[in-house]
Protein backbone atom coordinates (compact mmCIF):
# COMPACT_ATOMS: atom_id res chain seq x y z
CA UNK A 1 0.00 0.00 0.00
CA UNK A 2 1.34 3.51 -1.04
CA UNK A 3 1.98 5.89 2.24
CA UNK A 4 -0.81 8.23 0.70
CA UNK A 5 -3.21 5.04 0.45
CA UNK A 6 -2.20 4.53 3.86
CA UNK A 7 -2.92 7.92 5.37
CA UNK A 8 -5.78 7.90 3.92
CA UNK A 9 -7.18 4.98 4.95
CA UNK A 10 -5.79 5.89 8.49
CA UNK A 11 -8.01 9.10 8.78
CA UNK A 12 -11.03 7.13 7.46
CA UNK A 13 -10.32 4.85 10.23
CA UNK A 14 -10.14 7.59 13.10
CA UNK A 15 -14.02 8.50 11.58
CA UNK A 16 -15.39 5.47 11.82
CA UNK A 17 -13.39 5.09 15.78
CA UNK A 18 -11.09 2.21 14.39
CA UNK A 19 -8.18 3.68 16.29
CA UNK A 20 -5.72 0.81 16.47
CA UNK A 21 -6.28 0.37 12.51
CA UNK A 22 -5.63 3.74 12.56
CA UNK A 23 -2.64 3.60 14.13
CA UNK A 24 -1.63 1.03 12.45
CA UNK A 25 -1.60 2.83 8.89
CA UNK A 26 0.50 5.39 10.15
CA UNK A 27 2.75 3.00 11.67
CA UNK A 28 3.11 1.31 8.58
CA UNK A 29 3.16 4.97 6.32
CA UNK A 30 5.87 5.44 8.47
CA UNK A 31 8.28 2.52 7.84
CA UNK A 32 7.83 2.97 4.05
CA UNK A 33 9.03 6.75 4.64
CA UNK A 34 10.50 7.38 8.57
CA UNK A 35 9.58 11.05 9.00
CA UNK A 36 6.74 11.84 6.79
CA UNK A 37 4.85 14.67 8.53
CA UNK A 38 1.19 13.13 7.59
CA UNK A 39 1.90 9.83 9.38
CA UNK A 40 3.05 11.33 12.48
CA UNK A 41 0.34 13.92 12.82
CA UNK A 42 -2.11 11.14 11.96
CA UNK A 43 -0.77 9.48 14.92
CA UNK A 44 -1.33 12.35 16.92
CA UNK A 45 -4.56 12.68 16.01
CA UNK A 46 -4.93 8.85 17.48
CA UNK A 47 -3.27 9.81 20.59
CA UNK A 48 -5.72 12.49 20.86
CA UNK A 49 -8.91 10.33 20.01
CA UNK A 50 -7.89 7.84 22.78
CA UNK A 51 -7.54 10.88 25.08
CA UNK A 52 -4.13 11.07 25.90
CA UNK A 53 -3.22 14.72 25.21
CA UNK A 54 0.14 14.62 25.75
CA UNK A 55 1.08 11.87 23.56
CA UNK A 56 -0.29 14.11 21.05
CA UNK A 57 1.72 16.83 21.84
CA UNK A 58 4.58 14.78 21.41
CA UNK A 59 3.49 13.50 17.86
CA UNK A 60 2.21 16.79 16.78
CA UNK A 61 5.48 19.23 17.38
CA UNK A 62 7.38 16.39 15.84
CA UNK A 63 5.32 16.70 12.59
CA UNK A 64 5.73 20.50 12.67
CA UNK A 65 9.15 20.30 13.03
CA UNK A 66 9.40 18.13 9.42
CA UNK A 67 10.83 21.12 7.10
CA UNK A 68 9.03 22.15 4.41
CA UNK A 69 5.77 22.33 5.02
CA UNK A 70 3.12 23.58 3.29
CA UNK A 71 0.74 26.21 4.91
CA UNK A 72 -1.84 23.93 5.13
CA UNK A 73 -0.31 21.59 6.62
CA UNK A 74 1.31 23.70 9.23
CA UNK A 75 -2.36 25.48 10.25
CA UNK A 76 -3.79 21.95 10.21
CA UNK A 77 -1.00 20.66 12.40
CA UNK A 78 -0.75 23.21 14.47
CA UNK A 79 -4.76 22.86 15.23
CA UNK A 80 -3.80 19.80 16.83
CA UNK A 81 -1.70 20.50 18.55
CA UNK A 82 -3.88 23.34 20.03
CA UNK A 83 -6.63 20.37 20.17
CA UNK A 84 -3.58 18.84 22.77
CA UNK A 85 -2.59 21.25 24.84
CA UNK A 86 -6.03 22.46 25.52
CA UNK A 87 -7.35 18.51 26.63
CA UNK A 88 -3.73 19.14 29.30
CA UNK A 89 -5.32 22.19 30.81
CA UNK A 90 -2.66 24.59 28.60
CA UNK A 91 -5.14 26.57 27.82
CA UNK A 92 -1.95 29.70 26.93
CA UNK A 93 -0.50 27.61 25.16
CA UNK A 94 -3.42 25.79 23.24
CA UNK A 95 -4.72 29.79 22.39
CA UNK A 96 -0.98 30.51 20.96
CA UNK A 97 -0.44 27.18 18.73
CA UNK A 98 -4.41 27.91 17.50
CA UNK A 99 -3.28 31.57 16.74
CA UNK A 100 -0.60 30.47 14.29
CA UNK A 101 -3.15 27.92 13.10
CA UNK A 102 -5.54 30.84 11.95
CA UNK A 103 -2.43 32.99 10.81
CA UNK A 104 -1.54 30.10 8.17
CA UNK A 105 -4.92 29.54 7.05
CA UNK A 106 -7.29 32.78 7.56
CA UNK A 107 -9.73 30.58 6.13
CA UNK A 108 -10.15 27.91 7.70
CA UNK A 109 -13.55 27.54 10.00
CA UNK A 110 -12.22 25.37 12.53
CA UNK A 111 -9.23 26.72 12.98
CA UNK A 112 -11.08 29.88 14.02
CA UNK A 113 -13.92 27.84 15.92
CA UNK A 114 -11.20 25.95 17.89
CA UNK A 115 -9.66 29.80 18.77
CA UNK A 116 -12.49 30.45 19.69
CA UNK A 117 -13.01 27.74 22.54
CA UNK A 118 -9.68 28.09 23.65
CA UNK A 119 -10.10 31.79 24.11
CA UNK A 120 -13.65 30.73 26.19
CA UNK A 121 -11.23 28.70 28.69
CA UNK A 122 -9.61 31.91 28.86
CA UNK A 123 -12.23 34.36 29.84
CA UNK A 124 -11.37 35.76 26.99
CA UNK A 125 -15.24 36.39 26.07
CA UNK A 126 -15.29 39.43 23.38
CA UNK A 127 -12.09 37.97 21.58
CA UNK A 128 -14.30 34.57 21.31
CA UNK A 129 -17.08 35.64 20.04
CA UNK A 130 -15.16 37.28 17.25
CA UNK A 131 -13.03 34.19 16.66
CA UNK A 132 -16.66 32.44 16.38
CA UNK A 133 -18.44 34.78 14.41
CA UNK A 134 -15.43 34.35 11.58
CA UNK A 135 -15.93 30.77 11.60
CA UNK A 136 -19.55 31.22 10.94
CA UNK A 137 -19.15 33.70 7.85
CA UNK A 138 -16.63 31.30 6.44
CA UNK A 139 -19.13 28.09 6.90
CA UNK A 140 -22.59 29.25 7.31
CA UNK A 141 -24.03 25.57 6.43
CA UNK A 142 -21.68 23.97 9.11
CA UNK A 143 -23.80 22.90 12.28
CA UNK A 144 -20.95 22.60 14.69
CA UNK A 145 -19.72 25.63 13.55
CA UNK A 146 -22.59 27.40 13.97
CA UNK A 147 -23.62 25.77 17.10
CA UNK A 148 -20.32 26.74 18.64
CA UNK A 149 -21.10 30.13 18.79
CA UNK A 150 -25.02 29.64 19.62
CA UNK A 151 -23.79 28.26 22.90
CA UNK A 152 -21.08 31.15 22.94
CA UNK A 153 -24.11 33.30 23.45
CA UNK A 154 -26.62 30.95 25.16
CA UNK A 155 -23.80 30.35 28.50
CA UNK A 156 -22.77 34.21 28.26
CA UNK A 157 -26.67 34.99 28.64
CA UNK A 158 -27.02 36.47 25.31
CA UNK A 159 -30.14 34.68 24.64
CA UNK A 160 -31.57 36.97 21.84
CA UNK A 161 -28.26 36.71 19.89
CA UNK A 162 -28.31 33.07 20.32
CA UNK A 163 -31.92 32.66 18.87
CA UNK A 164 -31.63 33.55 15.32
CA UNK A 165 -28.37 30.71 15.30
CA UNK A 166 -30.49 28.06 16.76
CA UNK A 167 -33.38 28.70 14.17
CA UNK A 168 -31.12 28.20 11.63
CA UNK A 169 -29.50 25.04 12.83
CA UNK A 170 -33.22 23.54 12.89
CA UNK A 171 -33.33 24.81 9.43
CA UNK A 172 -29.82 22.69 8.63
CA UNK A 173 -31.39 19.54 10.51
CA UNK A 174 -34.81 19.78 10.32
CA UNK A 175 -35.56 16.31 11.95
CA UNK A 176 -32.69 16.45 14.79
CA UNK A 177 -34.54 16.67 18.37
CA UNK A 178 -31.23 18.00 20.00
CA UNK A 179 -31.18 21.08 17.58
CA UNK A 180 -35.34 21.57 18.34
CA UNK A 181 -34.85 21.28 22.12
CA UNK A 182 -31.97 23.45 21.84
CA UNK A 183 -33.97 26.48 20.28
CA UNK A 184 -37.25 25.64 22.38
CA UNK A 185 -34.62 26.12 25.71
CA UNK A 186 -33.41 29.84 24.11
CA UNK A 187 -36.76 30.98 23.48
CA UNK A 188 -37.64 30.32 27.26
CA UNK A 189 -35.12 32.30 28.02
CA UNK A 190 -36.03 35.09 26.08
CA UNK A 191 -39.98 34.81 27.63
CA UNK A 192 -41.61 33.43 24.08
CA UNK A 193 -42.90 30.62 25.71
CA UNK A 194 -46.23 29.81 23.38
CA UNK A 195 -43.46 29.39 20.87
CA UNK A 196 -41.56 26.85 23.20
CA UNK A 197 -44.28 24.99 24.20
CA UNK A 198 -44.62 24.71 19.96
CA UNK A 199 -40.78 23.73 19.14
CA UNK A 200 -40.38 21.35 22.00
CA UNK A 201 -43.39 19.33 21.61
CA UNK A 202 -42.21 18.75 18.21
CA UNK A 203 -39.02 17.99 19.48
CA UNK A 204 -40.45 15.86 21.91
CA UNK A 205 -42.17 14.20 18.81
CA UNK A 206 -38.99 13.78 17.04
CA UNK A 207 -37.77 10.53 19.03
CA UNK A 208 -37.69 10.30 22.73
CA UNK A 209 -36.76 13.29 24.46
CA UNK A 210 -34.25 14.00 27.17
CA UNK A 211 -34.71 14.88 30.79
CA UNK A 212 -33.87 18.35 29.74
CA UNK A 213 -36.18 18.36 27.60
CA UNK A 214 -39.13 17.51 28.58
CA UNK A 215 -38.41 19.87 31.71
CA UNK A 216 -38.07 22.59 29.59
CA UNK A 217 -41.68 21.84 28.05
CA UNK A 218 -43.22 21.72 31.58
CA UNK A 219 -41.52 25.19 32.36
CA UNK A 220 -43.43 26.37 29.37
CA UNK A 221 -46.87 25.24 29.83
CA UNK A 222 -46.01 26.80 33.60
CA UNK A 223 -45.59 30.29 32.40
CA UNK A 224 -48.42 29.87 29.60
CA UNK A 225 -50.74 28.02 32.54
CA UNK A 226 -51.17 24.80 31.65
CA UNK A 227 -50.78 23.54 35.12
CA UNK A 228 -52.21 20.15 34.79
CA UNK A 229 -49.75 19.69 31.55
CA UNK A 230 -47.04 21.43 33.33
CA UNK A 231 -46.81 19.10 36.26
CA UNK A 232 -47.33 16.04 34.15
CA UNK A 233 -44.66 17.03 31.78
CA UNK A 234 -41.96 17.47 35.43
CA UNK A 235 -43.15 13.62 36.55
CA UNK A 236 -42.29 12.51 33.28
CA UNK A 237 -38.81 14.05 33.63
CA UNK A 238 -38.46 12.96 37.25
CA UNK A 239 -39.58 9.36 35.97
CA UNK A 240 -36.34 9.27 34.17
CA UNK A 241 -34.34 11.20 36.53
CA UNK A 242 -35.98 11.10 40.18
CA UNK A 243 -33.14 13.03 42.20
CA UNK A 244 -32.74 15.49 39.28
CA UNK A 245 -32.52 18.94 41.30
CA UNK A 246 -33.37 21.14 38.58
CA UNK A 247 -36.70 19.34 37.78
CA UNK A 248 -37.52 19.08 41.29
CA UNK A 249 -37.14 22.75 41.73
CA UNK A 250 -38.99 23.38 38.58
CA UNK A 251 -42.08 21.02 39.95
CA UNK A 252 -42.02 22.67 43.18
CA UNK A 253 -42.12 26.30 41.36
CA UNK A 254 -45.19 25.53 39.53
CA UNK A 255 -46.97 23.62 42.72
CA UNK A 256 -46.13 27.20 44.54
CA UNK A 257 -47.45 29.42 41.54
CA UNK A 258 -50.52 27.45 41.65
CA UNK A 259 -51.64 27.65 45.28
CA UNK A 260 -50.43 24.02 46.43
CA UNK A 261 -47.82 25.18 48.59
CA UNK A 262 -47.49 22.52 51.21
CA UNK A 263 -46.77 19.38 48.16
CA UNK A 264 -44.29 22.15 46.71
CA UNK A 265 -42.78 23.14 50.31
CA UNK A 266 -41.79 19.09 50.77
CA UNK A 267 -39.96 19.52 46.89
CA UNK A 268 -38.58 22.61 47.65
CA UNK A 269 -36.29 21.11 51.05
CA UNK A 270 -35.83 18.13 48.98
CA UNK A 271 -33.96 20.52 46.81
CA UNK A 272 -32.14 22.23 49.46
CA UNK A 273 -30.78 19.16 50.95
CA UNK A 274 -29.04 17.88 47.79
CA UNK A 275 -26.77 20.84 48.85
CA UNK A 276 -26.48 22.35 45.11
CA UNK A 277 -25.62 25.87 45.43
CA UNK A 278 -27.79 27.17 42.29
CA UNK A 279 -30.60 25.07 42.75
CA UNK A 280 -30.51 25.41 46.65
CA UNK A 281 -30.40 29.28 45.70
CA UNK A 282 -33.74 28.47 43.88
CA UNK A 283 -35.35 26.74 45.96
CA UNK A 284 -34.60 28.87 49.20
CA UNK A 285 -36.03 31.72 46.85
CA UNK A 286 -39.09 29.59 46.05
CA UNK A 287 -39.76 29.05 49.74
CA UNK A 288 -39.21 32.60 50.66
CA UNK A 289 -42.22 34.04 48.43
CA UNK A 290 -44.02 31.33 49.93
CA UNK A 291 -43.64 32.48 53.17
CA UNK A 292 -44.07 36.27 52.47
CA UNK A 293 -47.17 34.67 51.07
CA UNK A 294 -48.20 33.59 54.46
CA UNK A 295 -47.34 36.38 56.63
CA UNK A 296 -44.61 34.96 57.54
CA UNK A 297 -42.40 38.06 56.87
CA UNK A 298 -39.04 37.51 58.90
CA UNK A 299 -37.47 33.90 57.58
CA UNK A 300 -39.63 35.10 54.14
CA UNK A 301 -37.25 38.35 53.70
CA UNK A 302 -34.22 36.21 54.68
CA UNK A 303 -35.05 33.70 52.22
CA UNK A 304 -36.32 36.29 49.36
CA UNK A 305 -32.06 37.43 49.47
CA UNK A 306 -31.21 34.32 47.73
CA UNK A 307 -32.17 36.12 44.74
CA UNK A 308 -29.20 37.61 44.66
CA UNK A 309 -27.32 33.73 44.00
CA UNK A 310 -29.45 33.04 40.75
CA UNK A 311 -28.04 32.79 36.93
CA UNK A 312 -28.25 36.61 35.96
CA UNK A 313 -28.41 38.49 39.46
CA UNK A 314 -26.65 41.65 39.61
CA UNK A 315 -23.45 42.11 41.53
CA UNK A 316 -22.91 44.46 43.64
CA UNK A 317 -19.69 45.65 42.94
CA UNK A 318 -18.75 47.85 45.84
CA UNK A 319 -19.79 45.55 48.42
CA UNK A 320 -23.29 45.24 49.94
CA UNK A 321 -24.85 47.06 52.52
CA UNK A 322 -25.50 45.24 55.87
CA UNK A 323 -28.38 47.54 57.06
CA UNK A 324 -26.51 48.90 60.16
CA UNK A 325 -26.07 53.12 60.56
CA UNK A 326 -23.51 54.25 58.83
CA UNK A 327 -22.07 58.04 56.93
CA UNK A 328 -20.94 56.25 53.94
CA UNK A 329 -23.40 56.78 51.52
CA UNK A 330 -25.33 53.51 50.37
CA UNK A 331 -26.65 53.40 46.92
CA UNK A 332 -30.27 51.56 46.57
CA UNK A 333 -30.94 50.22 43.33
CA UNK A 334 -33.95 48.83 41.90
CA UNK A 335 -35.05 45.73 40.55
CA UNK A 336 -37.33 43.96 38.71
CA UNK A 337 -40.48 46.37 37.23
CA UNK A 338 -41.67 49.39 37.50
CA UNK A 339 -44.26 48.14 39.84
CA UNK A 340 -42.00 46.48 42.00
CA UNK A 341 -39.95 49.90 42.25
CA UNK A 342 -43.01 51.43 43.39
CA UNK A 343 -43.91 48.80 45.99
CA UNK A 344 -40.78 48.91 47.48
CA UNK A 345 -40.46 52.60 48.09
CA UNK A 346 -42.15 53.26 50.91
CA UNK A 347 -39.22 51.74 52.59
CA UNK A 348 -36.95 54.60 51.54
CA UNK A 349 -37.22 57.11 53.97
CA UNK A 350 -36.72 54.50 57.05
CA UNK A 351 -33.37 53.43 55.18
CA UNK A 352 -32.53 56.63 55.23
CA UNK A 353 -32.85 57.19 59.13
CA UNK A 354 -29.76 54.81 58.72
CA UNK A 355 -26.92 55.81 55.87
CA UNK A 356 -27.11 58.76 53.29
CA UNK A 357 -28.73 56.82 49.77
CA UNK A 358 -28.12 57.68 46.47
CA UNK A 359 -31.02 56.04 44.89
CA UNK A 360 -30.50 54.44 41.05
CA UNK A 361 -33.85 54.44 39.92
CA UNK A 362 -35.20 54.25 36.64
CA UNK A 363 -35.76 57.74 35.51
CA UNK A 364 -39.26 57.16 35.14
CA UNK A 365 -39.80 56.64 38.89
CA UNK A 366 -37.97 59.74 40.47
CA UNK A 367 -40.82 62.35 40.58
CA UNK A 368 -42.69 60.38 42.60
CA UNK A 369 -39.97 61.17 45.56
CA UNK A 370 -41.39 64.94 45.39
CA UNK A 371 -44.96 63.21 46.19
CA UNK A 372 -44.16 61.33 48.72
CA UNK A 373 -44.64 62.64 52.56
CA UNK A 374 -42.51 60.90 54.55
CA UNK A 375 -39.81 62.35 51.99
CA UNK A 376 -39.95 65.27 53.39
CA UNK A 377 -38.68 64.88 56.93
CA UNK A 378 -35.60 63.65 55.65
CA UNK A 379 -32.87 66.03 55.75
CA UNK A 380 -31.87 67.72 52.64
CA UNK A 381 -28.84 66.39 50.83
CA UNK A 382 -29.59 62.90 53.24
CA UNK A 383 -31.32 61.08 49.59
CA UNK A 384 -29.63 62.16 46.47
CA UNK A 385 -30.15 60.67 42.49
CA UNK A 386 -27.85 59.12 40.70
CA UNK A 387 -25.24 56.48 40.65
CA UNK A 388 -22.79 55.48 43.22
CA UNK A 389 -19.54 53.83 43.80
CA UNK A 390 -19.59 52.37 47.53
CA UNK A 391 -22.03 50.04 49.46
CA UNK A 392 -24.77 48.99 47.58
CA UNK A 393 -28.23 47.72 48.24
CA UNK A 394 -31.59 46.20 45.95
CA UNK A 395 -34.68 48.21 46.93
CA UNK A 396 -36.57 45.23 47.69
CA UNK A 397 -33.65 43.87 49.97
CA UNK A 398 -34.48 47.09 52.41
CA UNK A 399 -36.99 45.11 54.39
CA UNK A 400 -34.64 42.05 55.46
CA UNK A 401 -31.79 45.28 55.96
CA UNK A 402 -33.73 47.18 58.13
CA UNK A 403 -34.96 43.83 60.65
CA UNK A 404 -38.31 44.15 59.41
CA UNK A 405 -40.37 40.99 60.53
CA UNK A 406 -44.31 42.20 60.51
CA UNK A 407 -46.68 43.85 57.86
CA UNK A 408 -45.52 45.76 55.30
CA UNK A 409 -44.99 49.30 56.39
CA UNK A 410 -48.94 50.95 55.55
CA UNK A 411 -49.98 52.57 52.35
CA UNK A 412 -51.01 55.31 51.21
CA UNK A 413 -47.16 56.89 51.08
CA UNK A 414 -47.80 58.77 47.69
CA UNK A 415 -49.72 62.19 47.67
CA UNK A 416 -51.69 62.94 44.95
CA UNK A 417 -55.20 64.70 45.70
CA UNK A 418 -58.62 62.60 44.19
CA UNK A 419 -60.01 64.71 41.49
CA UNK A 420 -63.24 62.29 40.20
CA UNK A 421 -65.26 63.96 37.82
CA UNK A 422 -68.33 65.93 38.91
CA UNK A 423 -70.91 64.33 37.22
CA UNK A 424 -70.60 60.90 35.99
CA UNK A 425 -68.23 57.81 37.73
CA UNK A 426 -64.81 57.29 35.92
CA UNK A 427 -63.50 53.66 36.06
CA UNK A 428 -60.04 53.65 34.77
CA UNK A 429 -59.00 50.05 32.87
CA UNK A 430 -55.64 48.70 32.96
CA UNK A 431 -55.56 45.30 31.01
CA UNK A 432 -51.80 44.07 29.88
CA UNK A 433 -48.14 44.53 31.92
CA UNK A 434 -45.13 43.95 30.53
CA UNK A 435 -45.02 41.58 27.64
CA UNK A 436 -41.26 40.68 28.99
CA UNK A 437 -42.30 39.42 32.40
CA UNK A 438 -42.18 35.67 32.62
CA UNK A 439 -45.92 35.21 33.38
CA UNK A 440 -47.21 37.65 31.56
CA UNK A 441 -49.41 34.90 29.54
CA UNK A 442 -51.09 34.31 32.76
CA UNK A 443 -51.75 37.77 34.04
CA UNK A 444 -52.85 39.56 30.95
CA UNK A 445 -55.64 39.87 28.80
CA UNK A 446 -56.93 40.70 25.18
CA UNK A 447 -58.99 43.96 25.18
CA UNK A 448 -61.84 42.10 23.79
CA UNK A 449 -61.86 40.09 27.28
CA UNK A 450 -63.28 42.93 28.96
CA UNK A 451 -66.10 43.14 27.31
CA UNK A 452 -68.64 42.33 29.98
CA UNK A 453 -67.29 45.35 32.09
CA UNK A 454 -67.58 47.76 29.36
CA UNK A 455 -71.21 46.44 28.95
CA UNK A 456 -71.99 48.27 32.01
CA UNK A 457 -73.73 50.86 31.61
CA UNK A 458 -73.64 54.85 32.74
CA UNK A 459 -69.40 55.15 33.34
CA UNK A 460 -67.56 57.09 31.99
CA UNK A 461 -64.01 54.61 30.87
CA UNK A 462 -60.55 56.17 31.45
CA UNK A 463 -57.88 53.99 28.95
CA UNK A 464 -54.59 53.89 32.02
CA UNK A 465 -53.15 51.34 29.41
CA UNK A 466 -50.64 53.04 27.81
CA UNK A 467 -49.90 52.83 23.61
CA UNK A 468 -52.94 51.23 23.89
CA UNK A 469 -54.44 50.66 20.30
CA UNK A 470 -56.77 53.07 18.68
CA UNK A 471 -59.39 50.45 18.55
CA UNK A 472 -58.92 49.69 22.31
CA UNK A 473 -58.86 53.22 22.90
CA UNK A 474 -61.87 54.00 21.05
CA UNK A 475 -64.89 55.07 23.06
CA UNK A 476 -62.63 55.70 26.23
CA UNK A 477 -61.13 58.95 27.77
CA UNK A 478 -57.29 58.61 26.62
CA UNK A 479 -55.66 61.32 29.31
CA UNK A 480 -51.99 61.83 28.48
CA UNK A 481 -49.57 59.18 29.80
CA UNK A 482 -46.41 60.24 28.86
CA UNK A 483 -44.79 59.67 32.42
CA UNK A 484 -45.77 58.05 35.82
CA UNK A 485 -46.65 61.75 36.72
CA UNK A 486 -49.33 62.05 34.22
CA UNK A 487 -50.41 58.38 35.00
CA UNK A 488 -50.68 59.27 38.61
CA UNK A 489 -53.13 62.14 37.53
CA UNK A 490 -54.73 59.97 35.44
CA UNK A 491 -55.53 57.68 38.59
CA UNK A 492 -56.58 60.78 40.70
CA UNK A 493 -59.27 61.97 38.13
CA UNK A 494 -60.94 57.96 38.68
CA UNK A 495 -63.56 56.69 41.09
CA UNK A 496 -62.12 53.30 40.71
CA UNK A 497 -59.35 51.62 39.01
CA UNK A 498 -59.39 48.22 37.59
CA UNK A 499 -56.65 46.47 36.45
CA UNK A 500 -54.11 43.32 35.92
CA UNK A 501 -51.32 42.96 38.50
CA UNK A 502 -49.00 45.16 36.87
CA UNK A 503 -47.91 49.07 37.31
CA UNK A 504 -51.13 50.62 37.63
CA UNK A 505 -52.37 48.80 40.44
CA UNK A 506 -49.33 49.21 42.32
CA UNK A 507 -49.53 53.26 41.73
CA UNK A 508 -53.37 53.36 42.92
CA UNK A 509 -51.88 51.27 46.03
CA UNK A 510 -49.61 54.06 46.79
CA UNK A 511 -51.77 56.85 46.44
CA UNK A 512 -54.47 54.86 48.57
CA UNK A 513 -56.98 55.06 45.13
CA UNK A 514 -59.87 52.23 45.06
CA UNK A 515 -58.90 49.74 42.88
CA UNK A 516 -59.83 46.52 41.98
CA UNK A 517 -57.09 43.45 40.90
CA UNK A 518 -57.76 41.22 38.41
CA UNK A 519 -55.35 38.31 39.76
CA UNK A 520 -54.28 35.35 37.44
CA UNK A 521 -54.34 32.05 39.37
CA UNK A 522 -51.65 31.41 41.93
CA UNK A 523 -51.02 35.32 41.98
CA UNK A 524 -47.55 36.79 42.92
CA UNK A 525 -46.95 36.52 46.76
CA UNK A 526 -47.61 39.79 47.57
CA UNK A 527 -51.01 39.75 46.74
CA UNK A 528 -51.52 36.54 49.15
CA UNK A 529 -50.24 37.78 52.37
CA UNK A 530 -50.42 40.56 54.08
CA UNK A 531 -51.99 43.28 52.83
CA UNK A 532 -49.50 45.87 51.10
CA UNK A 533 -52.51 48.21 49.76
CA UNK A 534 -55.19 48.94 52.03
CA UNK A 535 -57.52 50.15 48.97
CA UNK A 536 -56.80 47.52 46.49
CA UNK A 537 -59.59 44.82 46.16
CA UNK A 538 -58.07 41.25 44.94
CA UNK A 539 -60.54 39.05 43.01
CA UNK A 540 -58.72 35.66 42.29
CA UNK A 541 -59.06 33.55 39.06
CA UNK A 542 -60.27 30.67 40.90
CA UNK A 543 -60.17 27.77 38.30
CA UNK A 544 -57.59 25.95 37.03
CA UNK A 545 -58.49 26.35 33.36
CA UNK A 546 -55.66 27.95 31.30
CA UNK A 547 -55.97 31.47 29.39
CA UNK A 548 -58.15 32.97 28.33
CA UNK A 549 -60.63 30.38 29.51
CA UNK A 550 -59.85 31.15 33.07
CA UNK A 551 -60.76 34.68 33.44
CA UNK A 552 -64.27 34.66 31.49
CA UNK A 553 -66.28 33.83 35.15
CA UNK A 554 -64.31 36.51 37.02
CA UNK A 555 -64.84 39.28 34.48
CA UNK A 556 -68.64 38.22 34.38
CA UNK A 557 -68.19 38.68 38.45
CA UNK A 558 -66.62 42.13 38.00
CA UNK A 559 -68.93 43.44 35.77
CA UNK A 560 -71.68 42.69 38.11
CA UNK A 561 -69.96 44.09 40.86
CA UNK A 562 -69.77 47.21 38.36
CA UNK A 563 -72.64 47.93 38.06
CA UNK A 564 -73.63 47.97 41.85
CA UNK A 565 -70.82 50.42 42.43
CA UNK A 566 -71.99 53.19 39.53
CA UNK A 567 -75.65 52.99 40.62
CA UNK A 568 -76.54 53.53 37.34
CA UNK A 569 -73.02 55.81 37.10
CA UNK A 570 -74.51 59.58 38.51
CA UNK A 571 -73.34 61.07 41.17
CA UNK A 572 -76.44 62.04 42.29
Not at 179 to 195: D, P
Not at 216 to 242: C, H, K, M, R, S
Not at 304 to 322: I, K, N, S, V
Request: glycine share 10%; with cysteine; aromatic share 6%.
Amino acid sequence: MADSDAIAAGFSHIANANLAEAEACFTMALRERPGHAEAIHGLACVALARGLPGLAIGHAGQAIAVPVLTHEQTSRFHRTLGEALSGAGHDEAARAALAVAVMFRPGDPYAHARLGQSLVRLNRREEAEAAFTRAVDLAPADVGVRQALAVHYFENRSFSLALPHFRVICRLLPNDPAAWANLGATLIEVAAFSEARTVLEHAVNLGRPSVETVHNLGIALTALGFYQQAVAAFDEALTDAPQDARVLNSKGACLAEYGEYDAAERLLHQVVEMENPVETARALFTLGTIDLGRGTMARGWKRFEERHALPGARPADGGTWDGQPTNQVVTVHAEQGLGDTIQFLRFIPMAAERAPLMLDLPEQVVPLLERMPAMRDVPDGRVRVGRGTGARAGLLSLPVLLGLNGPPADAPYLDVPFSPSARRRRVGLSWAGNPTYRFDARRSLDFDQLAPILAVPGIEFVCLQKDASPESRGGMICPPLDDLGDLADAIAGCDLVIGVDSLVIHLAGAMGHPAWLLNRLGGDWRWRGPRWYRSVRIFNVDTLEPPPTCWNGLIRRIGQELAAFSGGGNRE
